[in-house]
């Protein structure tokens, strides 16, 4: 005989797995990949040009290939900067470091009632948009396990002491540790618009690769 309990536990896992694949950015999936981007700015009007160079690399990143991939990536997402890469062993205006990580993270979910799950018994009727069924609401709101993948970059100006004249963070939620496949997104994001208004908070979108 079917359990009957059995069948609503599997048809839950697949629609959230299901809202995940369609509410969370993995990178790939989906048309477009959004990324939350906050930055600062007091951005020299004469840096048109100027060098720049990548530094507070210890001996363990310099070492380190992941670490290394991302530096090409993010000078590869530098052109609005203006900024020319300064040759090695020689002196550059300006000062660029940036960290990354991936953090787990919790996430609401929505998915469709499961009156077994929930307690109760037999079908919910009615559409959707109805808000309610006879044993429950059509909809509810989980929990569910997330990752927060992000970037920050911090420049700053020789010519002005040391001065920081950017710093940005941004930010990718995914249904996992997926730092690879969402670098080249917040490299972007964080140069979208340089160098943008000082103190600014915005969303931005890609079509997703």
């Given amino acids: 005989m079917l359990n009957t309990r059995t069948g609503p536990m599997v048809w839950r896992a697949a629609a959230v797995a299901t809202v995940l694949a369609a509410s969370m950015l993995t990178g790939c999936a989906g048309p477009t990949v959004s990324a939350a981007v906050t930055s600062f700015q007091q951005w020299p009007a004469n840096a048109v040009g100027a060098t720049y160079q ?15 991939s991302y530096r090409d990536i993010l000078r590869a997402s530098m052109g609005p900067t203006g900024l020319v890469e300064a040759p090695a062993g ?76 950017y710093r940005a963070s941004a930010y990718i939620v995914t249904g996992r540790s997926d730092l690879i496949r969402t670098m080249p997104y917040l490299t972007r994001a964080i140069f979208d618009n340089f160098p943008g208004n000082n103190g600014s908070e915005r969303e931005v979108e890609f079509p997703a690769r």
Avoid at 58 to 66: G, H, S
Wanted: charged share 15%; hydrophobic share 35%.
């Fill in 54 to 68: 990548f530094v507070d690399a210890t001996p363990a990143q310099r070492n380190n290939l992941e670490y290394q």
């Fill in 90 to 165: 020689t002196n550059a205006r300006f000062n660029v470091s940036f960290n990354y990580g991936s953090e787990q993270t919790q996430v609401m979910v929505r998915q469709p009632y499961d009156p077994y799950f929930y307690g109760g018994f037999g079908v919910v009727y009615g559409p959707p948009w109805w808000g309610t069924g006879f044993w429950g609401p059509s909809w509810v709101d989980v929990p569910s396990v997330a990752f927060r993948n992000r970037l920050a970059v911090e420049i700053s100006d020789n010519e002005r002491h040391g001065a920081e004249v």
